[in-house]
């Protein structure tokens, strides 16, 4: 419990130190309220990941942590559908952008290839069906809607600057929000201090940002949600 909420403080503690330098040097285009808002979002999710830090019961005694997944599901719908966030701005929508597809799907072929790449260097064992289908549905589910989604929107109005880019506006928030995907990852506390695992890092973080442009091109959840499914469970089928 203890190293699980001292990890978490870490990684807020390098959100808002980050967020604040960046909201210092363009003053004009920071609202501090948002990054809070976003540092907020991060500890409700890791919280509600791991059961507030072990204080609820496990009323889902399984191999993988579907009470987890469902109850940072659960919050981060509700957060969605309120006013200050919204369904269509969070990409809680099946409609794509007009013309996106066709840009989308070589985009989204790099990523498969990707994770076959990983699959084949990196081979798992034999998997058990709980595995599989948990690998099937609740990383991309859950961690998409709300990376991708309203943490991207909260860090897009903390950071409101903008550059065009291969067809999409970035901003900090696209890139904070991918930094914080591969922290989750790759940052922990354990034995008396904090650790970090460069790789893990790498290959969390850098395709997230395939991720967060299928994201803002589509205006969509839909294709990331799929495509962070396959790359969880490829390493199973092959």
């Known amino acids: 419990m203890v190293n699980g909420v001292i990890g978490i403080v870490g990684v807020i503690v390098l959100l ?27 500890l409700l999710n890791d919280a509600l990941l791991t059961r507030c830090y072990g204080l609820l019961p496990d009323v889902i005694p399984a191999e993988w942590n579907w009470q987890g997944k469902i109850l940072a599901l659960a919050a981060t719908l ?36 990707f994770f076959v790449g990983i699959a084949l260097t990196f081979p798992d064992g034999p998997a058990s069906r709980e595995t599989v289908a948990f690998q099937l549905t609740m990383p ?5 809607p709300f990376y991708r989604g309203i943490l991207l929107l909260a860090l897009d109005r903390a950071f409101t600057r903008r550059v065009r880019l291969l067809g999409v506006d970035w901003g ?30 790498a290959l969390t ?10 994201r803002l091109r589509t205006g969509s959840l839909l294709l990331p949600v799929l495509l962070h499914n396959f790359g ?7």
Not at 78 to 101: D, H, V
Not at 232 to 238: G, V
Request: charged share 10%.
């Open 140 to 144: 991309g589910l859950e961690e998409e």
């Open 172 to 201: 900090w928030g696209a890139v904070l929000s991918c930094a914080l995907f591969g922290l989750a990852h790759a940052f922990g506390f354990s034995d008396g201090s904090f650790s970090f695992d460069p790789l893990t890092m």
């Open 78 to 113: 509700a957060i969605a559908a309120l006013p200050a966030f919204g369904w269509r701005a969070s990409g809680f929508t099946l409609r794509q952008a007009r013309g996106s597809l066709v840009a989308s799907i070589p985009v989204a072929l790099v990523y498969c290839l």
């Open 232 to 238: 969880n469970s490829i390493s199973l089928m092959i």
């Open 16 to 42: 808002l130190a980050a967020g604040g330098v960046l909201g210092l040097i363009d003053r004009k285009h920071f609202s501090p309220r948002w990054l809070l808002v976003a540092a907020v979002l991060v």
């Open 205 to 214: 973080a850098l395709p997230s940002f395939i991720a967060v442009w299928l």
